[in-house]
Nanobody, 122 residues
Framework: QLQLVESGGGLVQPGNSLRLSCSASGFTLDYYAIGWFRQAPGKGREGVSC????????KYADSVKGRFTISRDNAKNTVYLQMNSLKPEDTDVYYCAAGGLCELWTNEYDHWGQGTQVTVSS
């Protein structure tokens, strides 16, 4: 069964960092673009970042450019989202997803994880 699992979320103070991980079981991530999305209660899912299957293409939402970095380690079957200089408005549930192309809209992705909570608060 194809499964994505996010980890690394938690409670941090503004200005601090977190690294989220997206791991796969039942399939290899090598052939998939991976996207990170976030969603607040009652709101739509927002594209945060994505990386192509080769790793050569990355995209970021304007709200996180310069603060977040996406990377992939295909040997570990894992994709990371390094989040620096976190702000209270980054508080959301973060999801990773696997799909065909690196895009920041949900329709591109077929497989989704269950999400991990990130809370930025003093």
């Amino acid at each position: 069964q194809l499964q994505l699992v996010e980890s690394g979320g938690g409670l941090v103070q503004p200005g601090n960092s977190l690294r989220l991980s997206c791991s796969a079981s039942g399939f290899t991530l090598d052939y998939y673009a991976i996207g990170w999305f976030r969603q607040a209660p009652g709101k739509g899912r927002e594209g945060v970042s994505c990386v192509s299957s080769s790793g050569r293409i990355t995209k970021y939402a304007d709200s996180v450019k310069g603060r977040f970095t996406i990377s992939r380690d295909n040997a570990k079957n894992t994709v990371y989202l390094q989040m620096n200089s976190l702000k209270p408005e980054d508080t959301d549930v973060y999801y990773c997803a696997a799909g065909g192309l690196c895009e920041l809209w949900t329709n591109e992705y077929d497989h989704w994880g269950q999400g991990t909570q990130v809370t930025v608060s003093s």
